[in-house]
Structure formats: C-alpha cells, structure tokens
C-alpha cells in the first residue's frame, strides 16, 4: 500500500515536517511494508518556505529585516527558475511579521507592524525577478499591511508603520508615494498566497476574525476596525477603486476575498497590484501533489485544530478535495477534532482521528507531541492498512 503523508504544521508545536515524520515513525511501527511519501504542506503561513525549499529545488538566501515590534529577525528569500527561465522569489510573510516571533507579553495587534515585510520584498525586487510569491498567514499584525506599503516607499514610516491602531490618524497626503511604490512593481507578477478568504473589514475581515487570537480585547479589536476602515477610505481618495468588468459595479479592494488575510497584508499588497491566489492551491501545485496523489492508495493529511477554519480552504480541506478528485481516500489527524462527523465527510474525508479525544487529554497531547502523534498514527495504520 502506498500511503503519502502530507499534514500542516501542528500550530504551536509540530512544524508540518515533524508533524509528517511523527505520523511515519508511528505507521512504519504497525505497518513496516507500506510503501510511505512524506510531503509536509502549508496553506501560506508558517512553514511555507520550508515546504518549498524542500520540494522545489532554488537557491535560498536570508535578510534581516525589522520583526513586528521591531527586533531584528531573518528571513529567508528562495528563488526558483520555470523551464521558460522565469524567475520567482517565495517570501513567506510569517518570517517577518508571525505571530510566533512574539512572546505572550509583546503581543499587541495595534502597535505590530509590518515594515518588515516591506524591506522583504525590497530584498526580492533586488533580484531582479519576474514573479514574487507571498506566503500569507500566522502573522502578529493587524495594520492592513501599512507598515510594508511605508517600507516601500508610498508614506511615513511614523504615521504607517506604527502599528495597525495608529492607521486612524491617516491623511490622503500619507500616502501621496502609494502610485510610485506600485509602480516598483510593474513587469512583476506579484502574488499574496493567502490562507484565509476573509475581506479586510466587516463581521468576517481581519480585525473581528483574527485580532483576538494576536492579543486584542474585544473593545481593541473594535478599534482596530474603525482604524482600517478610515485607512481604506483615505487609500480609496489616492487610488480611485477599479470597475469590475464583469458586473460593472466599483471593485473595491478591501472587499475582495483574501484581502484580511495576515491582518490586512492581502489588502496591501493588492493595492500594489498583487492578485491573490490561496496559498494551500500554490503549495499543492509546486509540490506536485495531483500526481502524488493520483498514484496513492490513502492520503493521510492534519493540523493542530480540526475546526471550523479548517473548513475554509486550509491545508486538510485542499487536500481531501485533491484525494476526492482521484478517488483516494483520505483521512486526518489532528490535535484535537472540533467538528462533526458529517462535516468531515462533507470535506470528502473518510475518517478523522484527534490525539486528545478528551480536553482532559489535551495538556498531555501538548507536552509530548511527536509521541501522543506518533501513536495516534499507529492505532491509524491498525485500521488502515491491509498489510500490518
Ligand atoms: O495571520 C492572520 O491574520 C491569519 O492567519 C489569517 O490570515
């Protein structure tokens, strides 16, 4: 039985590849003969450059750059060639801006930024390169990627790169550089790989979605709205919004899908004219994994949470799709199961496996990761594989 095991990082504690090599180790014990693939997966957050570079062969190079609250931190750039000799640079955004760089006191969604971003990709537009793909997700930051767009040149680093809370103080002549910084980018393809689909504002957009988990109250997370929603409005008096050509309506940017992802950076780096493209669809393509999967016989994929994001195109649910399309069954592990049966069906998974089925085993599954995954993956491989 060929078996590929392709899991996302297990937030907080397994990256995807020690989440990938705890599920073989546990596998191989139970079922030695099946033959295993291991391809670690990301949906744009954290772990996305390393998927990357272990998958797709280029040369990496690493900066420092400006962390969310300052401190200085590496980031890496790979930069990969097509057969038509087109060169892309892969960024991920979490190595600048990710919410794992802070310790639990320095976590505050209004006063991170994203400058450090923005000196990221000033590092791969110097590589002369003909497509930048960003890696979205996991980040600190809340400040509509305002931080970045002053990296880049288009306002000042004190009122943009404060921190998302300060945004409120904005005027149009702030951003009097936006037009010239989008126009570093012209000849470039630009993408924002984005692991959410939410808008920038709004009951589903970056502040009321995700500003809590970064360390907002509930009142800051409402500050933070109002903050955003004045900064696109005075971005709205800069660069007039677009007309959508299919329905004739205004296109506004801080509208469109993925537009709230890390915090509003898909925002940003759309008003320098990025499209955006999900993140999971970008790595499952640069990994190879329809032809991984078509040849399969289960396809075994995971997380940290099996929740209710998960339904919203992140790793596992790209994944079953995938195993759907080529009639491979497909199944999960995770930290812990927070759906129902009948939602991981309607995934297109046929079973769903958590290592702490109980809250009382959560503090156990958290202390030992690789050990309570590896034998969960055992008791996987029992019920799986014909050959044990
Ligand atoms: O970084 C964030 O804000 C979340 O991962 C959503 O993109």
């Known amino acids: 039985m060929h078996v590929i095991i392709a899991p996302d990082c297990f937030t907080g504690t397994l990256t995807a590849t020690q989440a990938a090599e705890a599920i073989a180790e546990g596998w191989r014990r139970k079922a030695p003969d099946d033959l295993l693939s291991v391809v670690p997966l990301s949906d744009g957050g954290p772990g996305f450059l390393d998927v990357l570079t272990t998958s797709v062969p280029g040369d990496s190079s690493v900066v420092t750059v400006a962390g969310p609250r300052g401190a200085a931190v590496p980031a890496a750039l790979h930069i990969t060639a097509d057969e038509g000799g087109r060169r892309t640079a892969w960024v991920e955004s979490a190595q600048a801006i990710g919410l794992h760089l802070l310790e639990v006191p320095e976590r505050d969604p209004g006063l991170t930024s994203t400058w450090g971003l923005g000196e990221l990709l000033e590092a791969a537009l110097a590589l002369d390169v003909d497509r930048i793909v960003v890696g979205l997700g996991g980040s600190s930051t809340n400040d509509a990627g305002a931080g970045m767009l002053a990296a880049l040149g288009a306002g000042p680093r004190d009122v943009l790169a404060g921190g998302g809370a300060g945004l409120i103080a904005t005027r149009e002549g702030d951003l ?168 991981s069906m309607a995934l297109g998974l046929s079973g769903a496996y958590a290592v702490a089925d109980r809250e009382e085993d959560v503090e156990a599954a958290m202390a030992d990761p690789v050990g309570t995954l590896r034998a969960r993956a055992e008791r996987v491989a029992v019920t799986w594989s014909p050959r044990r």
């Open 176 to 343: 009097a550089g936006l037009a010239a910084a989008r126009e570093r980018f012209a000849g470039v393809e630009l993408v924002a790989a984005t692991d959410v689909a939410s808008p920038l504002l709004g009951l589903q957009g970056a502040s009321a979605i995700f500003s809590e988990q970064k360390g907002a109250t509930p009142e800051q997370s409402q500050v933070l709205e109002g903050a955003l929603g004045h900064f696109a409005d005075q971005v709205r008096r800069v660069l007039p919004p677009g007309t959508d050509l299919l329905s004739g309506r205004e296109r506004r940017l801080d509208k469109e899908p993925g537009a709230g992802a890390a915090g509003g950076v898909g925002f940003g780096l759309m008003l320098l004219g990025a499209r955006r493209a999900s993140g999971v669809e970008i790595v499952l393509e640069a990994v190879g994994m329809s032809r991984l999967v078509a040849a399969a016989d289960l396809v075994i994929t995971g997380e940290g949470s099996l929740d209710w994001q998960s339904l919203q195109g992140k790793v596992v649910a790209g994944v079953a799709e995938l195993a759907a399309a080529h009639a491979t069954p497909a199944v999960a592990l995770a930290g812990q199961v927070l759906i129902g049966r009948r939602e």
